[in-house]
């Protein structure tokens, strides 16, 4: 394994359900780190989501799991090449079973004024994902 990789742990109800929301989503499987328990969505070269039954992901954690249906755990951010990349994930994403979660008007004036474009999606287990676009300078 070559440079800094990242693995997001997820709890998910559904080990079917969100295998095949992500695939619908233009990710991947591995299915050499995918079993009854857990599944590897590959993002990129390096970002690798572990979907895992939240029986599992209780050999992980000492703490409860979180209701991510009813509060917001963590916002997963995930810098794409375009506003057109952003918005077709969103779209995919409520295609495939998400649900699109509206931004407050002051946030995305916010994003706006600093070249941002950005959207919120929540995934069937209510992993809230922020796909965005950013016009840096000099890019």
Same mark, same amino acid.
């Given at each position: 394994? *070559?440079? %800094? ?11 079917? =359900? ?5 695939? *619908? ?6 299915p050499?780190?995918t079993? *009854? ?16 039954? =939240? ?5 992980? *954690?000492? =703490?409860?799991?979180?209701?991510? =249906?009813?509060?917001? !755990? ?5 810098a ?14 409520? %295609?495939? !079973? ?5 931004? %407050?008007?002051?946030?995305r ?31």
């Open positions: 394994m *070559a440079g %800094k990789m990242i693995f997001v742990n997820l709890p998910v109800q559904d080990l079917d =359900r969100s295998k095949a929301f992500y695939e *619908a989503l233009g990710w991947s499987i591995n050499d780190f079993d *009854a328990n857990a599944a590897c969505v590959v993002v990129d070269d390096n970002i690798c989501l572990m979907l895992l039954t =939240r029986e599992f992901y209780t050999t992980f *954690a000492e =703490r409860p799991i979180a209701d991510t =249906r009813a509060f917001s !755990g963590a916002a997963y951010a995930l794409l090449q375009s506003k057109d990349e952003v918005d077709e994930l969103t779209e995919r994403a409520v %295609k495939a !079973g998400g649900s699109e979660e509206q931004s %407050k008007p002051d946030r004036e916010q994003e706006e004024q600093v070249g941002m474009h950005g959207r919120t999606f929540l995934d069937p287990d209510g992993h809230q994902w922020e796909p965005f676009w950013m016009d840096y300078p000099g890019s």
